[in-house]
């Protein structure tokens, strides 16, 4: 059964920080692995998705980077600004299904 | 604008009361979910659908229930016999299956308690 496990569960940095989210999993035979972002009190907005054959994803100031043989992915957040203060949630699907199980998120504050 | 639309935004419930929570999407997706999400935790899945009249106990479905009638509806209901039904509720949907490689949407949320 697939597990989903983020680290730190919060985090503050000065604006103009570079900073790395983690996410770890425990079936490396995912299909892909998703990144979210979750503003206080509102439903969840989708950032990035890594395939399975892919090692990373970029859009923007964001880097999302997936290492199968570790069961680790990353989110790399470039020159931060204090709009990018919400939670950070990766998910990948279970065991073999396609059911997401989600990490329970980084709270990232970016201080002006 | 296409989206899901999740109403109420706020619900109140007495003890031993059903209620139900809407979600509408236009986005012409097959696949819809509920997720529930506690304070601290991440999301667990209730229900998910992934054509009409057909849907699928996730990992909490105990004291929930759902119906899908029609492709763009995925109302949830909160039985009496959900007995701590306090929780941030959230819709979503995808054009297939979630985890097959497309992104999901969410709606806003519905944020229920007891009173």
């Known amino acids: 059964k697939q597990e989903v496990t983020q680290i730190p569960a919060a985090l503050s940095v000065p604006e103009g920080e570079n900073l790395v989210l983690n996410c770890s999993f425990t079936?490396?035979?995912?299909?892909?692995l998703q990144w979210f972002r979750q503003d206080p009190g509102k439903g969840l907005t989708s950032l990035l998705l890594?395939?399975?054959?892919?090692r990373e994803q970029t859009s923007g100031r964001l880097n999302a980077s997936l290492d199968k043989s570790s069961g680790r992915s990353t989110l790399y957040i470039a020159a931060s600004q204090p709009g990018d203060s919400a939670t950070y949630l990766c998910?990948?699907?279970?065991?073999?299904?396609?059911?997401?199980?989600f990490g329970t998120g980084t709270r990232l504050k970016v201080l002006a | 604008d296409g989206g899901i639309t999740q109403s109420p935004k706020y619900l109140f419930r007495k003890e031993g009361q059903n209620v139900t929570l809407s979600c509408e999407q236009n986005?012409?997706?097959?696949?819809m979910y509920w997720y529930r999400q506690d304070p601290g935790q991440g999301l667990r899945l209730i229900y998910y659908?992934?054509?009409?009249?057909?849907?699928q106990k996730g990992d909490i479905a105990e004291g929930y229930s759902v119906s899908r009638e029609k492709k763009e509806s995925f109302p949830l209901t909160v039985t009496s016999a959900q007995k701590n039904p306090t929780a941030f509720y959230l819709c979503?949907?995808?054009?297939?299956?979630?985890?097959?490689?497309?992104?999901?949407?969410f709606g806003e949320g519905s944020w229920l308690t007891v009173v």
């Open positions: 998910a990948g699907p279970s065991g073999g299904t396609y059911k997401y199980i």
């Open positions: 890594i395939q399975s054959s892919q």
């Open positions: 986005l012409n997706h097959d696949a």
């Open positions: 979503a949907s995808s054009t297939t299956p979630q985890g097959s490689g497309n992104t999901i949407y």
């Open positions: 659908s992934q054509i009409v009249n057909d849907f």
């Open positions: 079936d490396s035979a995912i299909y892909n």
